[in-house]
């Protein structure tokens, strides 16, 4: 069965369906599923997976039974794990003994192998059996990810290849003639005791060396640059592109994961740019040097070619166990990364709450993970190194021994041994890196797969010829605007029809999770609704272009951040023609411009990681300032107030309040939802007018209870068609 590990954290039950349909026939890519089945960060449930199963035409059949009967489940089948996860059940192992183990295949590690005890602690007594229905169809709709889809087109790219091409071509003609010396010298000069000739060699080849040497440190200088040019072009390639991704794609991975795929680029640019050419003249060098023996000796030549078959085959055999450790490796390698870089950010809760020992111990067990995995990759390569030279070794011993008894019986010469040697060695030598090039080529799929993740993700879109944004009005119209996070999941938008005049303040109110924030992402453009629409002054914002619409955008979102670097780079998010005045200005309006002032270095002080020199107040002061900089038309804030105590809130409500800007506030606190000039509510995945309550004294100073939630009609909405 095909191990097909999971990309996003929480599509585990995807890569289980997908192992299974593959299993049937039904070969699928994993970025495939995830665009025909919708899954939000909260995962799939067993129930989905037999919806998304029936999809493929697999019948699906869950089952709750014990731990003792899972030797009679139809494998392979889908075992919930953890509470949490799902996994794959392979085969069931029983010994003669009577002990029973089983093979799972876990998305989110690789094959793994338990006895039922082991199990017992994971397993939750629920299975998914799937069989293909009379409808299932096997096909392959897997594709192979070329490296030049990954890389995209290279400058310098052909002039390179021909350059170093034609300088390693000359350093093999040098190679090939190396072995004559040595046979002159003992035939023609030892025997004949020719003083004058060995000079004239000596000298000869003694040149040719010297030519050698400047020809090789020309080539590993040209490769140098070469290498770091490439890899510069590619890096900042995938880079652009990943920067270009929507958010969703980050929100649904671990930062550890994808710094891995994206350094998945070091280790298939040194891979090919250390072979692309080496490997060419590796094989043209192999044949000539297989020509030349075969030329000497061919029952020589025979005893050198099963050398070079018994080490093919060693690696043929290992191929598979050394690809999946390194496979497992590499995502073990992911998750701690992850796990520190957590650690990290979150030392603080970390030491607050007494977890740094269980976070360490957490650690130390990925680390040790990791670890084993190498381990198990290292004796591997430990194996074929061995392997190697004692197939050299060997070699040479039976070319000597069988060489010899050649020589006595006058079939050749001493010299003709010593340059057959020579030959045998290079050829031994030149075939072994073919074999290793071409399984480190093989290994390379494991890699662009992890790449592909990145570079083969669809971007968001963009448009051809975007529109000038400061030419419409600042209207923001939502007609029938629906949202869920995953298919099968209740909408958390469910047909949201509001129009915000331009100019307005609006406050957007409801209890947690009621889908506030999700709507001001969308508004935002950085969510794309299931159905319906956003305009700006009545074009949409998909026509207009996210890059030109977010121009007119200042935000501060619930999670946003600084940057390392001082106050006033942040506030100019770095502007490379830094405003000052307008940094001040902007400052001032957010009533942070004179705490700003009171430190050492003024606006050149530096906030320090992610903001940790800065009060909540300051940073969240600095965030508003920072979108005000843009001197944007629309100003969408997502509890940017929070942290502020009542009198910088209502100074920095006020200074805004003056603002010829339109307003969208997702807020709980009354003072910013006083602030605002109308009010709306998220409730049950609708937008509801508030009116407020003129009888009672102090609507929004207590509880949102204290609001009449009157349901009228949307006098902002648009009108239907």
Not at 444 to 463: F, K, W, Y
Not at 631 to 641: K, V, W
Request: aromatic content about 8%; overall charge neutral.
């Amino acid at each position: 069965m095909k191990t097909i590990l999971q990309t996003e954290v929480s599509e585990c039950g995807l890569a289980c369906l997908a192992m299974v349909a593959d299993h049937f026939g039904y070969g699928c890519e994993l970025g495939n599923l995830r665009r025909r089945f919708a899954v939000s960060l909260k995962g799939a449930t067993m129930t989905q997976l037999v919806r998304y199963a029936a999809v493929l035409e697999l019948a699906g059949r869950p089952l709750s039974l014990e731990l003792k009967e899972i030797p009679d489940l139809q494998l392979p089948c889908i075992l919930h794990w953890d509470l949490k996860h799902f996994v794959v059940l392979k085969k069931v192992h029983k010994s003669l003994k009577g002990d029973i183990s089983v093979t799972l295949i876990d998305p989110a590690v690789g094959e793994r192998r338990m006895t039922l005890e082991t199990m017992s602690k994971h397993f939750t007594g629920v299975a998914l059996e799937l069989s293909p229905n009379q409808h299932f169809k096997p096909a392959d709709e897997t594709k192979q990810i070329s490296v030049s889809q990954l890389t995209g087109k290279i400058l310098g790219l052909r002039t390179a290849l021909v350059h170093v091409f034609c300088l390693a071509a000359v350093l093999e003609l040098f190679a090939i003639a190396a072995p004559l010396f040595n046979q002159y010298v003992i035939d023609d000069v030892i025997v004949a005791g020719d003083r004058e000739l060995l000079i004239v060699l000596t000298a000869g080849f003694a040149l040719l060396t010297v030519t050698q040497t400047a020809i090789e440190l020309v080539r590993s200088w040209f490769l140098m640059h070469w290498s770091i040019d490439i890899g510069f072009q590619w890096a900042s390639r995938v880079f652009t592109h990943m920067t270009r991704l929507p958010v969703a794609f980050f929100e649904k991975r671990r930062l550890g994961d994808i710094v891995s795929r994206f350094g998945s680029i070091a280790d298939i640019q040194n891979t090919l740019t250390s072979v692309c050419v080496g490997s060419v003249l590796d094989g043209i060098m192999a044949l000539l040097a297989l020509g030349i023996m075969f030329a000497y000796s061919s029952y020589l030549s025979i005893i050198v070619i099963a050398g070079v078959a018994a080490y093919a085959l060693l690696r043929w055999l290992f191929y598979q166990p050394f690809r999946e450790a390194s496979q497992e490796q590499l995502i073990l390698g992911a998750k701690e990364s992850s796990h520190f870089f957590e650690t990290i950010r979150a030392v603080s809760p970390i030491k607050l709450f007494g977890r740094d020992a269980e976070r360490r111990t957490r650690w130390l067990n990925l680390k040790q993970d990791v670890i084993n995995r190498a381990i198990k990759t290292q004796k591997l390569g430990i194996l074929f190194k061995v392997t190697n030279t004692a197939l050299f070794s060997a070699q040479g011993l039976a070319i000597f021994y069988v060489g010899a008894g050649l020589v006595m019986s006058n079939a050749l010469t001493v010299g003709m041994l010593t340059a057959f040697s020579s030959y045998a060695a290079t050829f031994s030598g030149r075939i072994f890196n073919l074999i290793d090039v071409v399984f480190s080529i093989r290994l390379l799929g494991m890699h662009t797969g992890r790449l592909a993740d990145i570079v083969m993700e669809e971007a968001e879109p963009e448009v051809e010829t975007e529109i000038d944004c400061t030419r419409l009005d600042a209207e923001i119209t939502l007609r029938g605007v629906k949202f869920r996070y995953g298919d099968g999941e209740p909408w958390v938008l469910n047909g949201i029809d509001l129009s915000i005049p331009a100019g307005q303040s609006l406050a957007l109110i409801g209890p947690s999770g009621c889908g506030k924030s999700t709507l001001c992402k969308i508004i935002l453009g950085l969510l794309a609704p299931d159905e319906g629409e956003v305009l700006l002054g009545g074009v949409p914002v998909t026509r207009i272009g996210y890059r030109a619409y977010r121009q007119v955008v200042g935000t501060v979102m619930q999670d946003d951040t600084l940057l390392a670097g001082s106050i006033l780079e942040n506030i100019t998010f770095f502007d490379a023609q830094t405003d000052i005045e307008l940094a001040e200005q902007c400052a001032r309006l957010t009533a942070v411009h004179d705490e700003i002032l009171a430190m050492p270095m003024g606006y050149q002080t530096l906030v320090g990681e992610m903001g940790g020199n800065l009060s909540g107040g300051q940073k969240q002061r600095v965030l508003l300032a920072r979108a005000l900089y843009k001197r944007p038309r629309i100003l969408a804030l997502d509890e940017a107030t929070s942290h502020l105590d009542v009198a910088n809130e209502q100074k920095v409500n006020a200074a805004l309040g003056m603002l010829p800007l339109t307003r969208i506030m997702v807020a709980h606190r009354p003072e910013t939802i006083n602030a605002a000039e109308r009010i709306v509510a998220i409730q049950n995945g609708r937008a509801l007018e508030v009116i407020r309550n003129p009888v009672a004294p102090e609507p929004l100073t207590v509880a949102r209870e204290r609001f009449t939630w009157t349901h009228v009609p949307n006098r902002f909405a648009p009108a239907q068609a």
